[in-house]
């Protein structure tokens, strides 16, 4: 189960008291706000992509849309977002859940721009009804981040 593996990562690196599991859903930006009692872009939304074949995920800030013009200057490609079968094939999370903890191997991680106004920030912990609440330095030890990128307009 993918909220177990994101959990028993986290655990290991000593985070796993700030693993929140509710008894709603938060699949969405919006339902993950309130369940955590946020505002929407404290929510570390986690995009996945096809990149030359590879997938990537894209942590970016709830409020934050992928600009193409952008995303095509980093990455030299158009954005080809995932399918929802792709999603748990290639990341090893389902769609509502999607985080970089307990990802499976080869998945590179990028951090976008529009997460770094906040202090705090509150990605999914692998399942649709999970978060976990992690500052900005944390996000960055815990993700394995391949680098930070502006690939996003908000």
Request: net charge negative; charged share 25%; proline share 3%.
């Amino acid at each position: 189960m993918s909220l177990e593996k994101a959990k028993n990562y986290l655990e290991e690196k000593g985070f796993g008291d700030r693993v929140m599991v509710f008894e709603v859903s938060s699949a969405t930006v919006e339902l993950a706000a309130q369940a955590v009692g946020t505002e929407p872009a404290r929510i570390a939304k986690s995009l996945t992509f096809l990149v030359n074949e590879e997938p990537v995920m894209i942590l970016c800030a709830g409020d934050a849309k992928i600009s193409n013009s952008k995303y095509k200057g980093f990455f030299h490609t158009k954005a080809k977002m995932l399918s929802f079968d792709q999603v748990h094939d290639m990341i090893g999370h389902d769609v509502g859940g999607v985080c970089p903890f307990g990802r499976k191997e080869g998945v590179k991680v990028y951090l976008d721009e529009s997460l770094k106004r906040f202090d705090i920030v509150y990605p999914a912990c692998g399942s649709a009804s999970s978060a976990v609440r992690l500052s900005i330095p944390e996000l960055e030890e815990l993700s394995g981040y391949t680098s930070w990128i502006d690939v996003c307009q908000y």
